[in-house]
């Protein structure tokens, strides 16, 4: 059977909104939040690195979002922003000894979550799928030509 790009372009997003709200309602339950979780992850990833405007482009948020949720996070004690030594006016944002216990909490739980999303894939499953989302994500943002931008 044949399967159209536009119908299995719309189960995918089907899927992985049902597994987003489903992750949120689960750790909501928990006390916890999903985009708070998301947020703590990326900036602990960038190891001390990450900037407001590129949390905003990654999670497509407006700025002013983004320097909301990030208020949050410095007062409940869970990331410490500085200012960049080659750029005054841009604050690098790190994750706090608060924010690893923080996330150490709710790794179990979302990591429970997405191993019984997939209960049903096989190995052979995961290969494929795997290799099909690398194949769309080069489709969506292909490799910059060698000697581009030089």
Same mark, same amino acid.
């Given at each position: 059977?044949?399967? #159209? =790009?536009?119908?299995?372009?719309? &189960?995918?997003?089907?899927?992985?909104?049902?597994?987003?709200?489903?992750?949120?309602?689960?750790?909501?339950?928990?006390?916890?939040?999903?985009?708070?979780?998301?947020?703590?992850?990326?900036?602990?990833? #960038? !190891?001390?690195?990450?900037?407001?405007? =590129?949390?905003?482009?990654?999670? !497509?948020?407006? /700025?002013? *979002?983004? *320097? @909301?949720?990030?208020?949050?996070?410095?007062?409940?004690?869970?990331?410490?922003?500085? *200012?960049?030594?080659?750029?005054?006016?841009?604050?690098?944002?790190?994750?706090?000894?608060?924010?690893?216990?923080?996330?150490?909490? *709710? &790794?179990?739980?979302?990591? @429970?979550?997405?191993? @019984?999303?997939?209960?049903?894939?096989?190995?052979?499953?995961?290969?494929?799928?795997?290799? #099909?989302?690398?194949?769309?994500?080069?489709?969506?943002? /292909?490799?910059?030509?060698?000697? =581009?931008?030089?």
């Amino acid at each position: 059977m044949k399967v #159209c =790009d536009e119908e299995l372009f719309k &189960e995918l997003a089907s899927v992985f909104l049902m597994a987003h709200r489903q992750m949120d309602r689960a750790m909501t339950a928990q006390g916890a939040s999903l985009a708070r979780t998301k947020l703590l992850l990326y900036i602990q990833r #960038c !190891g001390g690195n990450a900037r407001a405007a =590129d949390i905003a482009e990654l999670f !497509g948020q407006a /700025p002013r *979002t983004v *320097t @909301d949720a990030l208020d949050a996070l410095e007062r409940d004690g869970l990331i410490q922003r500085a *200012t960049d030594a080659g750029d005054r006016r841009v604050k690098r944002i790190a994750i706090t000894d608060e924010g690893e216990r923080a996330i150490a909490a *709710t &790794e179990p739980l979302r990591r @429970d979550l997405v191993r @019984d999303f997939c209960r049903l894939l096989t190995d052979e499953d995961r290969r494929v799928l795997h290799d #099909c989302l690398q194949k769309m994500a080069i489709a969506i943002n /292909p490799p910059s030509p060698p000697g =581009d931008g030089i």
